[in-house]
T-cell receptor, first 115, second 112 residues
Framework: DTGVSQDPRHKITKRGQNVTFRCDPI?????LYWYRQTLGQGPEFLTY????????KSRLLSDRFSAERPKGSFSTLEIQRTEQGDSAMYLC?????????????FGPGTRLTVL | DQQVKQNSPSLSVQEGRISILNCDYT??????FLWYKKYPAEGPTFLIS?????DKNEDGRFTVFLNKSAKHLSLHIVPSQPGDSAVYFC???????????FGKGTTLSVSS
């Protein structure tokens, strides 16, 4: 079990640029979640997938954000036309309903800094 | 409107003593509660969970208590160790496997 991995770990970009993050879940987990965490706050839910289907999206996920999980394995989160307010830690988690508690396990996160 | 509240931003405890972290929630639809621990520059690490049908769950040094009538849960760490120093987040969901709602966290410092 290699755990949830995220790439890159850090990203610095200029305002207005597009960025894309990748998440690889634990191999047998078919649910994948994206959260965002800013300083002094707990993680905030953005969206989640069951297999390739995007089942829920938060109102925090503006039109500039898009998430995909085309083959039900890894997922990407793209932010278009980045703004300074997008600076945050982007966390990915995965879970399996086959486990009795369907616990979400988190990756190390991608820290985004928008200059 | 914060649905999950951790009203103590920080807690300091001596090694060997009990640490008690508290969490309150407002949404009566929450059915599943979890505690995560987070070190700087890392993702949250799952500690322990409890469903609303139980009032206590224990795993080694960690015990979570749920009081549904008071909409309150607590995490007890006994005995506390310096390695327990981290930020602890309480989280809740309306059912397992859906979006988690997190509190703002409590920073625990365990001194030797």
């Amino acid at each position: 079990d290699t755990g949830v991995s995220q790439d890159p770990r850090h990203k610095i970009t200029k305002r207005g640029q597009n960025v894309t993050f990748r998440c690889d879940p634990i191999s047998e987990h078919n649910r994948l979640y994206w959260y965002r965490q800013t300083l002094g706050q707990g993680p905030e839910f953005l969206t989640y997938f069951q297999n390739e289907a995007q089942l829920e999206k938060s109102r925090l996920l503006s039109d500039r954000f898009s998430a995909e999980r085309p083959k039900g394995s890894f997922s990407t989160l793209e932010i278009q036309r980045t703004e300074q307010g997008d600076s945050a830690m982007y966390l990915c988690a995965s879970s399996s309903p086959a486990e009795s508690t369907d616990t979400q396990y988190f990756g190390p996160g991608t820290r985004l800094t928008v200059l | 409107d914060q649905q999950v509240k951790q009203n103590s931003p920080s807690l300091s405890v001596q090694e060997g003593r009990i640490s008690i972290l508290n969490c309150d929630y407002t949404n009566s639809m929450f059915d599943y509660f979890l505690w995560y621990k987070k070190y700087p520059a890392e993702g949250p690490t799952f500690l322990i969970s409890i469903s609303s049908i139980k009032d206590k769950n224990e795993d080694g040094r960690f015990t979570v208590f749920l009081n549904k009538s008071a909409k309150h849960l607590s995490l007890h760490i006994v005995p506390s160790q310096p390695g327990d120093s981290a930020v602890y987040f309480c989280a809740a969901s309306s059912q397992a496997g859906t979006a988690l709602i997190f509190g703002k966290g409590t920073t625990l410092s365990v001194s030797s």
